[in-house]
């Protein structure tokens, strides 16, 4: 799991791409579109299919995940540690990909609905290109 960040509008606008991904299929399980608070945390937490709460799961170290996730079977880890990987390179794919979320661009959303419904049509898009 990890966040991305992005924006609506204007950079004072922040949009908080939350993210798990499944690391044997590579597909996207779940998503939130919001801030980068504890909520936000627990909105992808509820996102989850329950097949995948009880699985291990791995985060960078903010502290969100902290209070969110069953310490049993969540680590936070340091991005070195490579536990994080898969999805960092998926970050890296939406970045090539739709250009509204790269860091220094001129193209971006200009309402919530266009960047929430952008986003959900490419993972769409990813999952379908992930089943072999």
């Not at 939130?32 to 995948?52: F, Q, V």
């Not at 193209?107 to 266009?114: E, N, V």
Request: aromatic residues 14%.
């Amino acid at each position: 799991m990890d966040e991305l960040w992005s924006f609506v509008g204007s950079k004072a606008q922040q949009r908080w791409l939350w993210l798990a991904l499944c690391r044997r299929t590579r597909q996207i399980v779940a998503y939130w579109l919001g801030d980068r608070s504890e909520n936000s945390a627990i909105r992808l937490w509820r996102r989850l299919p329950n097949d995948y709460r009880g699985c291990a799961s791995f985060s960078d170290r903010w502290a969100a995940y902290e209070f969110v996730f069953d310490q049993r079977r969540h680590q936070s880890v340091d991005k070195q540690s490579g536990q994080t990987a898969h999805v960092e390179r998926w970050f890296n794919t939406l970045r090539q990909r739709l250009a509204r979320f790269t860091r220094k661009s001129l193209a971006f959303s200009k309402r919530d609905d266009l960047h929430d419904g952008l986003l959900r049509m490419f993972i769409h898009d990813y999952n379908l290109s992930c089943i072999s």
